[in-house]
């Protein structure tokens, strides 16, 4: 089992900056693959960026390309996502997901990870 939890959500000023963490408990961290998806009350959950066990590769939707990065320290257990140049549009809960990289499910697709953290709130303001 492995325990997911995010931190660093706020409120932000359009334009500003914001940096998500993601907390993974676990041994095996380092193996695993790791996502980050947004949500509104009532819309779907929303890829937003993802990234390989070894940091080699790297993911975006469109909506956010240019503007966050992810990246991750596996000595500590931890996956970032670092938000520049935010919009309104990016307010949403942001969840951080994992997954072991060796089942090679689909990355962009919230069905592609087994484990979920709780979620942080995001609020840019215009």
């Known amino acids: 089992q492995v325990h997911v939890v995010e931190s660093g959500g706020g409120l932000v000023q359009t334009g500003g900056s914001l940096r998500l963490l993601c907390a993974a408990s676990?041994?095996?961290?380092?193996?695993?693959?790791a996502g980050w998806f947004r949500q509104n009350p009532g819309k779907e959950r929303e890829f937003v960026a993802a990234i390989s066990w070894t940091g080699g590769r790297t993911y975006y939707a469109d909506s956010v390309k240019g503007r966050f990065t992810i990246s991750r320290d596996n000595a500590k257990n931890t996956v970032y996502l670092q938000m520049n140049s935010v919009k309104p549009e990016d307010t949403a809960v942001y969840y951080c997901?994992?997954?072991?990289?060796?089942?090679?499910?689909?990355?962009?697709?919230?069905?592609?990870?087994?484990?979920w953290g709780q979620g942080t709130q995001v609020t840019v303001s215009s």
């Open positions: 676990g041994r095996t961290f380092s193996t695993y693959a």
């Open positions: 997901a994992v997954t072991p990289e060796s089942d090679h499910r689909s990355r962009v697709l919230s069905a592609g990870y087994d484990y």
